[in-house]
């Protein structure tokens, strides 16, 4: 489902954020990528959702060579992954409804399938009651909840949560967790990127850990090791 | 696809027009004060052409002829200067009918009108009067009369070199005012541009985390232009309907002064506004889109690389 093939991506002025990264991940897994502030896990993620292009090697989502994707082929793209970031990133401007019935209506779905989708998935976040809320009238926890609705929206086969409890206390971390348990469940590649021990312990699935760009571990029912 | 998209498109800059009405009311204030600035250009110089024309109507070249010059004779000069396809009418004034006219123009003088009846005859000449249509050709009407002889020996007297001083003067003038107006309406315009452009500027900055979620749920670079573009055309076209009626009033309570004012011509502002309407203002919603248009696209293009 998503290959790495020795991935370096080098930021200009020679920092090296990522080196020689061999990762395949299968469809249906629940990958945890650990590792401490700064080590290359949001470049790694970047690097999935084409925001930034590998410095060397090669990158494959979904049998999608993506490593010279074309800058008008990215849309494409992420319609096909589900984003859960850890600030949120919600339209301001838009309803809770409209926030997750604009993935769909990027994608060119019609309206009556987004007035069937949107209530659904955002029933199954436990938000249904507040679809005409906009993003700052409601909790932190319940805005991470939306993101995960609308990342979901779309039926993505790969939905990356980039640090998607950081802002968030230890119970809405939990539903969150509990969510994106429940969408692997269903099916859908989950890559975790965290530096939360307790969850990643709790979770007992594969953990691949990073340390200064490079991976220093991957167990199939891994620990937190650093 | 493409017509949901473009409705889409549509509904999203009206919910991003009437959502973020504060900065919309700023940036439709600035359309306006621009819109008006240029319209209130374009009335002054319709009023300033006007006004030249009224009096560039009152400057002419008068050719005074001697007392033995027959009517016939006359008649035959007024026919060749018609000729000419500068000129633009010629006038015969015989001598009763110029001592009329001074008698009427000097009714309230009982001195002058003393003076005319202490005269035993009409001490005025036969004269005609020609008019060009342009102020620039009384000059060549002059050297066709200084340079024919058969006219000299015609021509008791001329005020052609008094009219020429006013008729240069006047030319000059009317340069000056012309060329002041184009550099008014430049300045203005760049100004405009600069403060549209800009306001524009700061309304995508403050909307450009929204532009990179929008990017990051895969919206492409034209679903994330859109809305932008349809929000500038929707300040251009309420800018636009705003300074249109603000100008029917100004125009309204103004016209009765410049009536006053051009009082011998047929003009009216209500009148050219009503018959310019559409030139006018429709050149003016066509550049403020342009404007909008440009500087909306030019400022996303650094927001749209994520």
Known sequence: MITFKNVSKIYPGQQIALKNINLDIKPGEFVSIVGQSGTGKTTL????????RPSKGKIVIGGWDITGIKYREIPTLRRQIGVVFQDFKLLPRKTLYENVAFALEVAGESNEKISEIVPQVLKIVGLESKVNRYPTQISGG?????????????RPKILVADEPTGNLDSINSRDIIELLKKINDFGTTVVLVTHNREIVNDLRKRVITIEDGVVVSDQKRGKYLL | MLFLSLSRVIRFSAQNFARNIWLSIVT???????????TTLVFVNAVMEQAIQLVESKVDVSVYFKPTVTAEQIFAVQTNLEALDYVRDVEYVSKSQALEKLRVRYNNSPLILESLKELND??????????????????????????????????ENKNFDDNQAVVRRLERIAAEVTGVGWAVTIFFSIIAI????????IAIYTHRSEISIMKLVGASNWFVRGPFIGEAIFYALVGTLITLGISYLVTNVSDPFVVNLLGQTDFSLLRYMNQNVVHIFGIEFIGMVFVSVFSTSIALTRYLRV
Request: proline share 3%; hydrophobic share 50%; no cysteine.
């Open chain 2, 122 to 155: 009409n001490p005025l000449n036969d004269t005609l009067i020609v008019r060009t249509h342009d102020t620039s050709d009384y000059q060549k009407v002059i050297d066709i009369l200084n340079a024919t002889p058969q006219y000299a020996v015609l021509i």
């Open chain 1, 142 to 154: 319940e805005q991470q909840r939306v993101v995960v609705a609308r990342s979901l929206a779309h």
């Open chain 1, 45 to 52: 993620v970047k690097l999935i959702l084409a925001e930034e």
């Open chain 2, 194 to 201: 600069l403060v549209i452009v800009n306001t524009i500027r």
């Open chain 2, 28 to 38: 439709i204030t600035i359309v306006v004060l621009t819109l008006f600035s240029v």
